[in-house]
């Protein structure tokens, strides 16, 4: 079963007096798989903020379909569940905390839902324990790290029981720790409570562990697969704006140097593993 | 020869005399050579940003003092001005800044407040923002119609524009895809490169530091962790590792190959250098 599905999906920002508009989205066909953890990468401009702003209903299609659990987002009648099982992350922390209390921020969705009190007692302490923050429950938010403040974002929206999490250039302004927190974070939700996890990054290494890698470009999907398939597609990635990671880098050089060395040690342990193993058998 | 700024024994605590004091930064002592680019790394609240801040007189330290070219820069406060204007300081996130009507007028703040006026303001505007690449035609269009990463080279332009002998960067590259990071890099190695100036960066990104600078200083609570060329530093890679520090994913990659046996110096940061040394060890086994 498909969580989400866009058939010859298409946007256009509205363009200025007299400009034709630009397709930020020319035709994107593609299924997201319940439970699976998808990265969509792309450089600025590549239409990937686009596409998962098309994946709630925050923009709704100029041409073609977006689907989620079969229900139209184009269909006003379902926008709130919809939105209740699609949830998003932005991209900067201090835009999207609106209380005072951490715990009172996360409880904000599940009260507007009109969720029972003491239901929503148990899906706020569920949430922050989640994502590692029962400590800081009664903390002020705007004197927490930027790592924390995503997490409680993100507890936020898993406080709405979203069968989905987007998280839009969620890591973009973290530092490496805060970036860390929040991956493992997303990870452990997407392992424990089987919620399906689309990231939008320009950091590749963040994809390393993903299920899916989606590279966007110019409006469209340009390569899809496992990050094995994707990070070694050395030259199309660089075509496009986007580097390699530095172990396929390497791979690649000693490969046109004659090593024999595998291209998909992505890992600098099996990257490590695979030179190792190929100097010994000179 | 003597070094353009000396950080002496700085110490710089926040709330004093309440229950939140905290020294941000404590006993900083190093030297910044002229002409240099030199890295600064650590993690957030390791001091870094509390540190830059005191290098142009923005924060007054605690204890220790700032010398600019042996001039300690608090000896006559009412001419703080003057460090400001020598030591241009860039902060995070600097397009958040802009607000003038024009991109012209933008990058004609700063040297019209140095007093440039006329074909003087003029030539500093157009140099500087040719530095950057924005193109003549977009210095009449307003700020706010640019994309993210060329309003950052809009704010930059307008450091540059007052011609600093200093120039400090407080992570520049920081929410920018990497083909943007790479463009913004080479717009900084090059005006290093033609103008000799100083520079100094400030990054998260071990990778970045590693690639661009002569020499890195590592923050870690409030303190110098270490300082040296990037061979220098990287050589003490489980070192900073322990010290909860990223080390570029080469020399990771490095550390893991010396780990299973391979003869190989793990001070490495390039892709380049590693192979090279992977290569020269090939040789030397085929001979056998």
Known sequence: ?282 | MEPILQVKDLTHTYGAGTPFQRSAVEHMSFDVNEGEFLGIIGHTGSGKSTLIQHLNGLLQPTAGEILLRGKNIWAEPKKIREVRFKVGLVFQYPEYQLFEETVYKDIAFGPANQGKTGDELDHAVREAAKLVGIRDDQLEKSPFELSGGQKRRVALAGVLAMEPEVLVLDEPTAGLDPAGRENLMANIRDYHRNKGKTIILVSHSMDEIARNVDRILVLKNAHVLMQGTPAEVFARGEELLSAGLDVPQITRIAMELKRRGVDIDPAVYTVEALERQLLALRKGGAGC
Not at chain 1, 46 to 58: D, E, M, Q, V
Not at chain 1, 83 to 92: A, D, T
């Open chain 1, 1 to 282: 079963m498909d969580m989400i599905e866009t058939k010859a999906l298409e946007f256009a920002y509205p363009a200025e007096e007299g400009e034709k508009p630009v397709l930020a989205l020319r035709g994107v066909d593609t299924a997201i798989e319940k439970g699976s953890f998808v990265v969509v990468l792309g450089h600025n401009g590549s239409g990937k903020s686009t596409f998962a702003k098309s994946l709630n209903a925050i923009l709704l299609p100029c041409g073609g379909k977006v689907y989620v659990e079969g229900m139209d987002t184009q269909d006003e009648a379902c926008l709130l569940e919809i939105r209740r099982r699609v949830g998003m992350v932005f991209q900067n922390p201090d835009n999207q905390i609106v209380a005072n209390v951490v715990e009172e921020d996360v409880a904000f969705a599940p009260e507007n839902l009109g969720v029972a009190s003491e239901e929503i007692r148990r899906r706020v302490d569920d949430a922050l324990a989640a994502v590692d923050m029962t400590a800081f429950m009664t903390h002020a938010p705007h004197l927490l790290s930027g790592g924390q403040k995503q997490r409680v974002a993100i507890a936020g929206v898993i406080a709405m029981e979203p069968e989905c999490i987007v998280l839009d250039e969620a890591t973009a302004m973290l530092d490496p720790i805060g970036r860390q927190e929040v991956l493992s974070a997303v990870h452990k939700l997407n392992r424990e409570k089987d919620i399906t996890v689309v990231l939008i990054t320009h950091h590749m290494n963040e994809a390393e562990e993903a299920d899916r890698v989606i590279v966007m470009d110019d409006g469209r999907i340009a390569l899809d697969g496992t990050p094995k398939e994707v990070f070694t597609q050395v030259e199309p990635l660089r075509t496009m704006g986007l580097t390699v990671p530095d172990t396929v880098d390497l791979l690649d050089r000693l490969r046109k140097d004659g090593l024999d060395v595998p291209l998909d040690a992505l890992t600098v342990d099996e990257c490590a593993a695979a030179i190792t193993a190929a100097l010994a058998k000179n």
